[in-house]
């Protein structure tokens, strides 16, 4: 059927001109817009992924909310560590964390602050499944329903894509002379940072860590999650900035060392193990 206009006549001032012309054009870009993202839950997505490209403050709030939910820290005599809650059976919840966090616990007692701030013991499961990763399982019970985390694919991982860092430094500056101790903090002591993927190493370190990203990272953190922009989990927490004993530490699995050139950028990383290598052990 071909297009038919019926047009009105209307008087007009020539001082309103620019005026009409101006709603018309507005009117013109909402009417446009509507037309093409509707009201579809698909095109909802569509408008909050296009928001979050132009302003990645609201991508970094929503996975921040999800590693408040998600992160744990782990409570020993000895210190304090962080962890990830990646599974649920019935009222036990099963907590990711490092074998270093834990492992020096002659007690074997151990505690963990959850998401609300409540304090649960803990028990260490068997972790012979998990070869020579610095990798560790706790257990805690609860009839609370606590998140757990998604782990995230290595395909997300691209070149200077942005990663979160969570956990709990056990140490934080109130002034920048005085340090306290945040063993008792609470949940006011959980850190995020944002940073940005740099590295995975086709050539492990000691203890399975390949990921390098910018990320600040604090004594008390190892153990927490390494987050991608979906909020999936993609490592976890290990490694520090500049460590003292120097290239030594950057010795392969293999037994190798790196370039003199490998060494300087390998050393302003933060490291993590990749989730992908716990996956792949666990499915063994």
């Known amino acids: 059927m071909p297009w038919s206009y019926n047009y009105i006549a209307v008087k007009v001032s020539p001082l309103t001109l620019p005026s009409l012309g101006a709603v018309l054009i507005l009117i013109l870009i909402i009417s446009t817009n509507f ?12 408008i909050a992924s296009h928001t ?47 074998k270093h966090v834990v492992g020096d616990n002659q007690e074997k007692q151990y505690q963990v602050l959850s998401p609300d701030g409540v304090i649960y013991p803990a028990q260490l499961q068997k972790t012979e499944g998990l070869g020579n990763l ?36 056990n140490y934080q500056y109130l002034k920048t002379d005085t340090m306290e101790d945040t063993r008792n903090w609470g949940r006011k002591a959980f850190r995020f940072t944002i940073g940005k993927f740099s590295w995975y190493l086709e050539r492990s370190l000691p203890q399975g860590y390949q990921l390098g990203y910018t990320n600040e990272v604090e004594v008390g953190m190892s153990g927490g999650p390494v987050f991608n922009q979906q909020g999936e989990v993609v490592g976890i927490n290990g490694r520090l900035k500049y460590p003292v004993q120097g290239i030594d530490v950057y010795t392969f699995a293999d037994g190798t060392k790196p370039t003199t050139e490998m060494f300087q950028k390998m050393e302003s990383l933060s490291w993590a193990i990749p989730i992908k290598t716990f996956q792949e052990l666990k499915q063994k």
Do not use: M, W
Not at 67 to 87: C, E, L, N, W
Not at 146 to 169: N, V, W
């Open 35 to 46: 037309r093409f993202f509707g009201d579809s839950a698909a095109s909802k997505i569509l």
């Open 52 to 98: 979050e490209e132009n302003n990645p403050n609201l991508a970094s709030d929503r996975v921040k909310k999800i590693a408040q939910q998600v992160t744990v820290r782990i409570i020993t005599k000895a210190g304090a560590g962080s962890g990830v809650i990646i599974k649920r059976d019935g009222n036990k919840y099963t907590i990711l964390t490092c």
């Open 134 to 169: 610095d990798l560790a399982l706790v257990e805690f019970e609860s009839h609370q329903d606590y998140q757990i985390a998604k782990f995230g694919d290595r395909k997300s991982l691209l070149a200077g894509a942005e990663l979160y860092a969570s956990g709990f430094p």
